[in-house]
């Protein structure tokens, strides 16, 4: 990772026709506030002349408890600096309560930018004028828009919308007043009324398809389609029959294609390019196998497959047609979470490569970037790395050459650099390979610092973790090694899963600690997700955690009672994933995997931080754990899987540092708003000493 004085320097240079001041006499670590306050981008699109790229920004607000969005628009060839047009309104987030960003559209004159945005409660069509002389409402209705789309000369825009927010507000209250009948649409782990979060406002939430994805109350309600007149602000209702679907989605594709997981349309010549998945069992990948092809046109049912070297049994995660050429750009995605873009000819069938980065380089999502905005000649990406914030660059599609366009993070990368991390790579007695990226730490008196391991993915700018909850940067910078391991290919088998994870960990407590570089007897975990499931196997089975953190719950009876009501749906998700029957039926195979059966195995202390959402779900070992001092739990309401609001996000921060700071290195913080804090963990600490010494 280079951190250069001159790059510094270039980026406070390159953020000054913004009036934005980089302090550049030292660096200093960056603070909990500041991960949490990093600027995003998202929703970046090209002008229809190729000159222009739109794009959002988004970043918390702690003291406002919301986000801040903004659209711009910049030159691709950076001659000037971002234009700003006017506020995005609230994030769109999906049910696991990642920010969604959609593109902005552009007219077909390249004077206006349509997007959707969440206003005072409204999910509404907005249009801001490229030259930034006013943004205004465009699609107001009764009910929140859906999806929208321009005709060919940009003077109509046609959009869905479902049910009225009257109508869900009547029949939330409804629900209320006369009881909620239990169903298995209704999730058992929540709050009946107004749990999460959707579309600006709290919602009465639904399961649909499965048993994990959240919707808003009468999100069903069939799609109804309308059109503006945008010259006579005239609106009609739109028959069926008069609606094209647009964009292309998977769905609209040929069943006999296969699991089509995106597709891109070439606008000029109706071709599309698609990704198709694989789904074998049994085959170790941290990402389904896709094939990338083309279709001569929508409805064609025989791709021509890319068999160029760098597209066949390659983990290809994105993909985009170049405008005005016969190529497509696509993205590889390898287990390190590194990322490379390449252009496929489709009809030479040549493959070339672009650019590679050892971080992200994309559409700006959090986990999943997305593609590059392209032109004919750059393409527009989101680029970062596990040291360096997210920025807004150009990358020449012929030459590779970068050139960064938008550089909000400028300070809190200048401060980064005060806090080195490296790529290293080790494999565990099994001979399986595994990557991470280490912060290391300065040892204080005679011993090595100790490690703070997070396990599950590491893409991206790291502020957190899978998740972000566990300050990688400020735990180092406080004298305590962080490492972020990149999940090994996963497997079908749980067991086999989670000692992946153990021994992935307990090999690079090893390794690290033959260097000197962290002190093996102290060592702490933490994770979300299957990150979490990993810490709790790995304190259930292995001597080297001496305190863990999770996120969310994890496999427990208590889980499958909730989901029980989506009967074989998620019993045959729960037999091939976790190899479990009823717990009449398996039991020995619940002792092995859930905690519930026996805490005593749990041999380190445990914080739970965990979303409103989901903690019910815990209560079968956490309440147990609590009682007999061997946890500390909090909850989050109105919280759904990640985490999202800022004060919360502040908070896990926090007290994710204070806990490891007093587990591994003995230190309390002497803030007396914390003094309850550290009480419950020095009973905790003496409760626990005083059962291992039995």
Request: charged share 25%.
């Amino acid at each position: 990772m280079y951190r250069a004085i001159a790059v510094g320097l270039l980026r406070a240079v390159a953020m000054t026709g913004l009036g934005l001041v980089v302090h550049t006499s030292r660096a200093e670590p960056a603070s909990v506030r500041q991960l949490v306050e990093v600027v995003d981008f998202g929703g970046a699109s090209v002008s229809p002349d190729g000159r222009l790229v739109a794009f959002r920004t988004e970043q918390a607000s702690i003291e406002r408890n919301t986000y801040e969005t903004v659209w711009y628009v910049q030159p691709i060839d950076g001659s000037s600096p971002p234009r700003r047009l006017g506020e995005g309104g609230a994030p769109l987030r999906d049910s696991g309560g990642l920010s969604i960003r959609e593109a902005a559209v552009w007219s077909p004159d390249g004077r206006w930018i349509f997007y959707r945005a969440v206003m005072d409660g409204r999910v509404e069509v907005w249009r801001a004028a490229v030259d930034g002389s006013r943004t205004e409402p465009v699609a107001r209705d009764s009910a929140n828009v859906r999806a929208f789309a321009l005709n060919a000369d940009g003077s109509v825009l046609k959009y869905s919308v479902g049910a009225t927010r009257e109508d869900v507000v009547t029949a939330e209250m409804a629900e209320y007043d006369r009881g909620v009948h239990i169903d298995r649409t209704v999730p058992l782990g929540d709050s009946l009324f107004r749990s999460g979060y959707h579309e600006g406002r709290l919602a009465t939430q639904r399961l649909v398809s499965n048993e994990l994805e959240r919707f808003p109350l009468l999100s069903q309600v069939p799609d109804r389609w309308k059109e503006i007149d945008l010259s006579a602000g005239v609106s009609k209702d739109l028959p069926l029959d008069e609606v094209r679907a647009s964009p292309l989605k998977p769905s609209d594709l040929p069943p006999a294609l296969g699991k089509v997981s995106q597709v891109a349309e070439d606008s000029n010549s109706g071709r599309v390019a698609i990704l198709t998945r694989s789904d074998e069992r049994g085959v170790l990948r941290e990402r389904p196998a896709v094939e990338l092809s083309v279709l001569p046109k929508r409805n064609a049912r025989r791709p021509v497959k890319c068999a160029a070297e760098s597209c066949v049994d390659k983990p290809i995660t994105d993909i985009a047609w170049r405008p005005g050429s016969d190529e497509v750009v696509f993205t590889v995605t390898a287990p390190d979470n590194s990322q490379a873009i390449f252009r496929w000819n489709v009809l030479s069938g040549t493959a070339r490569e672009v650019t590679r980065s050892r971080g992200q380089i994309g559409g700006g999502g959090r986990w999943e970037p997305g593609p590059c905005a392209v032109s004919f000649k750059a393409m527009v990406c989101v680029a970062a790395e596990a040291g360096i914030p997210p920025r807004l660059e150009r990358i020449d599609l012929e030459s590779g050459r970068h050139r960064i366009l938008f550089d909000p993070n400028a300070a809190l990368a200048w401060e980064m650099g005060s806090v080195p991390v490296h790529s290293i790579e080790w494999t565990d007695p099994k001979g399986t390979h595994f990557t991470g990226q280490f912060y290391p730490a300065k040892a204080t008196g005679d011993k090595p610092p100790p490690l703070f391991i997070a396990y599950y993915r590491c893409s991206g700018f790291l502020r957190g973790g899978m998740g972000d909850e566990w300050p990688l940067a400020t735990l180092a910078a406080n004298g305590i090694a962080a490492l972020c391991i990149n999940a090994a290919p996963a497997m079908d088998d749980a067991i086999g899963r989670y000692e992946q994870g153990r021994t992935a960990v307990e090999s690079v407590v090893d390794y690290l600690g033959s260097r000197g570089d962290i002190d093996p007897a102290r060592v702490g975990m933490g994770g979300l997700s299957f990150g979490a499931e990993v810490a709790m196997w790995t304190a259930m089975n292995s001597r080297t955690p001496l305190a863990i953190s999770i996120s969310t719950p994890v496999m427990s009876p208590t889980v499958r009672l909730l989901f029980s009501l989506w009967g074989d749906v998620y019993f045959s998700r729960l037999h091939r994933y976790w190899q479990l029957g009823a717990p009449e039926e398996t039991p020995e195979r619940w002792r092995l995997i859930s905690p519930s059966y026996d805490i005593d195995r749990v041999r380190a202390p445990v914080l739970m931080q965990m979303s409103e959402q989901e903690y019910r779900s815990s209560l079968d070992y956490a309440v147990p754990m609590i009682r007999a001092n061997r946890a500390d739990v909090y909850v989050f309401p109105n919280e759904p899987h990640q985490k999202f609001q800022p004060q919360h996000k502040l908070a896990v921060y926090e007290r994710n540092l204070d806990w490891f700071r007093f587990w591994l290195l003995g230190r309390e913080d002497s803030n007396p708003a914390k003094t309850a804090q550290y009480a419950r963990w020095r009973t905790m600490r003496q409760s626990m000493a005083s059962e291992n010494a039995k």
